[in-house]
Structure formats: structure tokens, C-alpha cells
């Protein structure tokens, strides 16, 4: 049994399309790193229905830590499955590591410095699958709302290297949050989708800073909720695939 072992993690879903799809991707990176890289939520898919899953529960990280740890493992090294230096891997991995008594090294998540226009080329993938030209109509990058500044920087950067990248102004592109915490404190998300989708013309896309499916992204989730009962009646809007349906996007953990 080696005493390291390879993980990818993202936050975790109640949704069994979201564990099949970070089975998927740690294949994926698996077969780039030439090691075996195991799927691992943060919380919540161990409550999924293993009938769900081809049978197999999904893995939480204590869970996997502390069995890891029966098994010899001394150090897990973490690719995480998330956009930015979110709490889930700066300080809840590392704190539950610790009480399992495993080492723990993460590596950087995927919009990491110097991956920026990696990860802004397969945004534009995306954007572009929808059928999306431009002047066709407003682009608006939305992600799930942080309560960490640093989070919400990082759509903002990629917002503006966007903009430049297809020659369009801050009118035609805009970084939006789905949702925010309450207060002025958070405020730093502004705007919300809500209100973005309202001032959209032509046929709006929905750029999704979303990786995988779940309650809020996919067909039926919150991001398509909020753009169905904010859009004015004669704005035609859809929204672009997800992250991590790009077949380049393991290809980022590649560039540190």
C-alpha cells in the first residue's frame, strides 16, 4: 500500500449526476497523471443512493481520510475540483485531515495563477457552443456567490480577460453571483443574476462558472429558475454547458 494517495475533490451534491460526473473526471486526470486519482466530495454525496451510482456509495473526505489512514496512507494529495481559494479546501480539508491524522497537500484549484487564460479558453468553448457570436447579445459569467472576496475576484478576472479576449465592453459581458449572503457585508457579490438577467438584451447567455450538476446548475436547477422568472418577456436567454463538461478542463491541473 503506497503511503500517498491521489485525490480529486469537488463540494459534493445531492444530485447522482454530479458524483458520476467527478467519477468521469478523476478518470480523466487519472490517465493524464499516469497514478490513480480518487473521487472524493467535501460533504453531501454519501447520502445519494448507491442504487444511483452503479451500486457504489460515493466517498467524503473524512470518511476516505480516516479509512486511508487504517490502510497506511500517511499524505492525500488533493486536486480540488473548485474555481476558487474556496473555505471547502483552504481551511475544512485541512482541519479534517488533521483530525484523521493524514498529511495533507493541496494543490492549486483550477483558476490558480497561470491558468487564467487556459480556464478562459474553455469558457469561450462553451460560450461559443451556444451559438453565441458577438453582438448576438449580452454574455453574463455567473457563479454560485461566495462569502469570500477572494472567491468573487476570481470571476471578476475572468470577466474582465474575457472582455478583452472577444473585444467586448463591460455592457456586454457581466460577472454576476446566483446568490449571496445576506448583509452589506457580502455585497462584494453584486450583481446578482436576478437583476443581470433583467438588463440583458439580444439572445443573453448564461456563461456558467458552475462545474458540475446539481441543485443549482443543469436543466431545471436555480440558475435556470432565476433567468425564468427575472427575464423580460421578449429576451431570449440560455445557458452554457458546464465546466465540466469540457474535455479540457483536467487538462488545467496539468499547468502548475
Known sequence: MSARRTLLADNGSLNPEATL?????????????????????VLHSDKVDPALLGGERAATFESHARQARSEGVETLEVFPLFIGPSLAITEFL?????????????RPPLAAPGREEALCAILEDNL??????????????????????????VREDLAARLRRR??????????????RREGPRYAFNEPMLADAIRSARGEA??????LLP???AGPGGDVAAICAENAQPDLRW????LLGDHPGLMGLHLLD
Do not use: N
Open 21 to 41: 460526473g467527478l467519477r468521469r473526471l478523476a478518470r480523466d486526470l487519472s490517465a493524464r497523471l499516469g497514478r490513480q486519482v480518487d473521487p472524493v466530495s
Open 94 to 106: 485541512p482541519e479534517r485531515a488533521s483530525a484523521c491524522g493524514v498529511a495533507l497537500e493541496v
Open 128 to 153: 461559443r457552443s451556444t451559438g453565441w457570436t458577438k453582438g448576438s447579445g449580452t454574455v453574463l459569467l455567473c457563479d454560485h456567490g461566495s462569502p469570500l472576496p477572494a472567491v468573487t475576484a
Open 166 to 179: 472577444l473585444g467586448l465592453a463591460d455592457a456586454d459581458l457581466v460577472g454576476c453571483a446566483m446568490e
Open 205 to 210: 447567455v448564461v456563461l456558467m462558472l458552475f
Open 214 to 216: 446539481g441543485r443549482h
Open 238 to 241: 440560455k445557458l452554457s454547458p
